[in-house]
Structure formats: C-alpha cells, structure tokens
C-alpha cells in the first residue's frame, strides 16, 4: 500500500518560533503533495500545492511568507510555519499523489500544533 | 470556485437504522471521494467515485455519484455504534487534479 508518514505528529510551540513539519511518502514516489489545515470541528481546507522542483501555489488567503513549502525531492515535502501564534494552532495534514496512481490521494497520520 | 456541501451537518441515529447523507458540489467534476475521520485522527479513505453512475458499497456503507445532478450519496445501512465518526466527501478542484475540496463533514453519531 501507499504510506505517507508526517513528522511530528505533534507539536507545542512558544509564540514567535518556527515549526517545520515533514511530509514524507515511504514507499512511492509523489509527483504531488497537498498541505491542508483543519481547524477543531470544522472541514479541510486547502493551503497549498507541492511540486518537486518548484515552487508552491498557494491557495487565496494563505500567506506564502508565513507558511514555508519545500519540496526537496519526489518523497518529501516540508511545511514551516514561521513566527507561529496562537492563531495558528491546528491539524494540518498533507496528502501526496503516487506517479503510478493518480486516481487517488494518500494523506499523512496529520499533526496537531499548538502555539502558546 | 467550487462549493461541497454536505447535508446533514450532525446525524444522531440508532443502531439499526438506515440513513443517507448528501453531497451537493457546485461546478462539475468527475472524481467525487468520501472519507471518515476519528476525532483527533486523519482522514480513512472509504470510496473513490471516477465516473457518473459509480456505485461502490463496503459493508454498510454504499457511496453514489450522479455527475449530471451533481450529487453523491452515503447510504448507511443497519448502522452499528462503529460506524460513529465524521465523514467527509471531497470533489478533485479541476477534475484531475487531485486538488480536493472538502465538504462541510457530517458528524455521525450512532446510538445503542
């Protein structure tokens, strides 16, 4: 099967830091990666898309400089979420696309931030 | 922009009843997905819908997708208290994109 592993699967942070977050497919490569955050109670909503090799596109309202994507190579992707506040505090969860299954998407085991 | 709604928005229901929830999306697409989520867990993928007329079933679950009406159904059969989560569905943004929008969720509750 496809596994998409996420690291840390949780985090607390002080206001102002940064939190790196890793998006990692273990036994496919991904063409594609997804960023979605997800506040208590409520649906996903799309952040932003990953390519290797190139840079994120953002969805409308998400703030390019305050969440950070990186995608390195064809099974990691890395959100950093710079200067965190309280407000930032939420699941996020990634999703990548296999190169030989594109009918589907496989989403990571999310991470729950917290920022105090 | 693509809109998902689900209907309803909370479902209390007792062990042994049927019910069905709905999901209406406002542009067309032809991949349609339904997924549970746990409190405080990730997404479990249940069926994957590529074409008008799919009907896929899985238990007690069966999913449905009528592409021209622009809407899929969950029908939940004999419910048991396990079947007590949240369920999403998600419409793929520009077809095959993979870019999914979700849906407002559906928040099951399964009584004894």
């Known amino acids: 099967g496809a596994v998409v592993s996420q690291h840390p699967s949780r985090v607390i942070c002080k206001s102002g830091t940064s939190v790196k977050i890793e998006c990692r497919s273990l036994?496919?490569?991904?063409?594609?990666m997804f960023w979605y955050r997800q506040f208590p109670k409520q649906s996903l909503m799309l952040m932003a898309t990953s390519n290797e090799g190139s840079k994120a596109t953002y969805e409308q309202g998400v703030e390019k400089d305050k969440f950070l994507i990186n995608h390195a190579s064809l099974t990691l992707s890395t959100l950093t979420v710079t200067s965190a506040h309280p407000e930032d505090s939420s699941f996020y969860i990634c999703s990548a696309i296999a190169v030989w299954k594109n009918t589907e998407a496989f989403f990571g085991q999310g991470t729950r931030l917290t920022v105090v | 922009e693509l809109k998902v709604e689900q209907n309803p928005l909370f479902l209390s229901m007792q062990e042994g009843k049927n019910y069905t929830i709905y999901c209406n999306y406002s542009?067309?697409?032809?991949?349609l997905y339904w997924y549970r989520q746990d409190p405080g867990k990730s997404l479990e993928s249940l069926f994957v819908l590529l074409s008008n007329g799919a009907v896929k079933q899985e238990g007690r679950l069966m999913a449905s997708l009528d592409t021209k009406a622009r809407l899929s159904t969950l029908h939940i059969t004999a419910a048991v208290h396990d079947l007590s989560a949240t369920y999403f569905c998600?419409?793929?943004?520009?077809?095959?994109?993979?870019?999914?929008?979700f849906g407002t969720g559906t928040l099951l509750a399964v009584q004894p």
């Open positions: 036994d496919f490569q991904a063409t594609t």
């Open positions: 998600a419409v793929d943004h520009g077809g095959a994109t993979n870019k999914l929008i």
């Open positions: 542009t067309t697409s032809d991949r």
